[in-house]
Every structure is written in structure tokens, then in C-alpha cells.
């Protein structure tokens, strides 16, 4: 083998080396919902409707754009059965709170690589008129 080949087998060996350690040690992708709006807009949603909240906060992305549920979250229909309009607004603003209810832990089997985002930067008023809107559905 000449030197050049030498060199070149070297810097191979090193390449395929580094690719198999970047491999094991690589962090497995978390998913992350597709945002179609910006949750941190900072412009007043005093005068918006529960309806253009959910559409601003990108609700729809992942439970559907009628609540029936989409391979990224549960289904919204019949949530009044599961939730006071309190527990909603506590929903809203920290569902890890919520984690280790047993209704939860099934979601996290169920919908592994999806996270409900907590909204606690949000306007309580703002999260009491979506709670009103899906609680009366």
C-alpha cells in the first residue's frame, strides 16, 4: 500500500468512526407540532372571538379543525364530561400539572410525540372565553 492509500484509508476509517459515535450518542427528535401562528403575539386579543383564539393559538393543528381528534391530540367533543371550566383554565395554563391523572397518562400512550404547549404567558380572559366555547360544544 502505497502512502496516499494509507492516508486515505485512515481518514475513511476516522470518517466512519465519527459517524457511528455521532449515531449512538445522538438525542432521539422530539416532535414538535406545526405552528401556524406566533404564541408569543403580543397584540391585543381583547376584542377576538374564542373561535379566533383557538385559529391564533393554533388549537386546530392538533385536535382537527372540529375537535374530533387527529393522530397528534385527543378528541375536544364531550370534554364538559371531563373538565370544570377551572380545571380547564388550569389545563390551559400547566398541563404537566396534570401528568399523572390516569386520563393523561393513556394520552401520553396514545399520542407519544405530542406535548399539549402550556399557555400560562396567555391572558386568563383569553383562555376562560376558549374554555366557554369547548365546554358548551
Known sequence: MTKPQIWVAAFLTLFI?????GRLTKEEEKFTPPITQNFTDETS???LTAEQLIARFGCTNCHGAEFNGTTQGPALVGISEKFSRKDLIAY???PQSFFNIDRFKEYREKYPNS???????KDVKDLGKIA???LNR
Do not use: S
Not at 17 to 21: A, G, P, R, S, V
Not at 115 to 121: A, C, I, L
Open 17 to 21: 468512526l465519527l459517524f457511528i459515535l
Open 115 to 121: 406535548m399539549m404547549p402550556d399557555f400560562g404567558n
Open 92 to 94: 390551559f395554563r400547566n
Open 45 to 47: 386579543t381583547e376584542d
Open 132 to 134: 366557554d366555547f369547548l
